[in-house]
T-cell receptor, first 110, second 113 residues
Framework: GQQVMQIPQYQHVQEGEDFTTYCNSS?????IQWYKQRPGGHPVFLIQ?????EVKKQKRLTFQFGEAKKNSSLHITATQTTDVGTYFC??????????FGTGTSLTVIP | NAGVTQTPKFQVLKTGQSMTLQCAQD?????MSWYRQDPGMGLRLIHY???????DQGEVPNGYNVSRSTTEDFPLRLLSAAPSQTSVYFC????????????FGSGTRLTVV
């Protein structure tokens, strides 16, 4: 069953507003990855977090891994229309599988 | 450098038919996997392979077979298509199963009628 939950499922923001999506696991994760999927496209790898409390930035995107390694977040500052898409987290509980969250679909209103 | 190539892009099958979805990568990646994507369900792992000759089941393996005779190719076989297998299928590859990001193919949209 689904081991990684992601909220919210949908988010509409005005261009320039901030956006955050949250990923929560019922079990401790070895690492977590984030992907972006544009409408009609395929998932594209963004980043991987491995360490407890880790924070990584990519321009306007900030990724965090929780201290307990059970949750993670992706924050986008000052959204742009190019940020439109669905953002997925994928958690690895330590086996050979990554469990994908259900995704957050971001709509940016110009 | 093509990355991960999936064929076909679209397919319509009748219930009970069989078919093979093709996946090839040219990055010499050891790890390859198949996911299906359904609305509201995210991506669910069907089967994966950690190297040529080695395959294992993921979350939703029933109704699907795989084989990995070469590093480059990882075909997914639907044995007897059912309407519940209507989905978008993605193949992905990675240099390693846990510490590297996945490169996804462009997907196959399958409809079973």
């Amino acid at each position: 069953g689904q081991q990684v939950m992601q909220i919210p499922q949908y988010q509409h923001v005005q261009e320039g507003e901030d956006f955050t999506t949250y990923c929560n696991s019922s079990t401790t994760l070895s690492n977590i990855q984030w992907y972006k999927q544009r409408p009609g496209g395929h998932p594209v790898f963004l980043i991987q977090l491995v360490k407890s409390g880790e924070v990584k930035k990519q321009k306007r995107l900030t990724f965090q891994f929780g201290e307990a390694k059970k949750n993670s977040s992706l924050h986008i500052t000052a959204t742009q229309t190019t940020d439109v898409g669905t953002y997925f987290c994928a958690g690895n509980p330590g086996g050979n599988q990554f469990y994908f969250g259900t995704g957050t679909s971001l709509t940016v209103i110009p | 450098n093509a990355g991960v190539t999936q064929t076909p892009k679209f397919q319509v099958l009748k219930t009970g038919q069989s078919m093979t979805l093709q996946c090839a990568q040219d990055m010499n990646h050891e790890y390859m996997s198949w996911y299906r994507q359904d609305p509201g369900m995210g991506l669910r792992l069907i089967h994966y392979s950690v190297g040529a000759g080695i395959t294992d089941q993921g979350e939703v393996p029933n109704g699907y077979n795989v084989s990995r005779s070469t590093t480059e190719d990882f075909p997914l076989r639907l044995l007897s298509a059912a309407p519940s297998q209507t989905s978008v299928y993605f193949c992905a590859s990675s240099a390693g199963w846990s510490n590297y990001g996945y490169t996804f193919g462009s997907g196959t949209r399958l409809t079973v009628v």
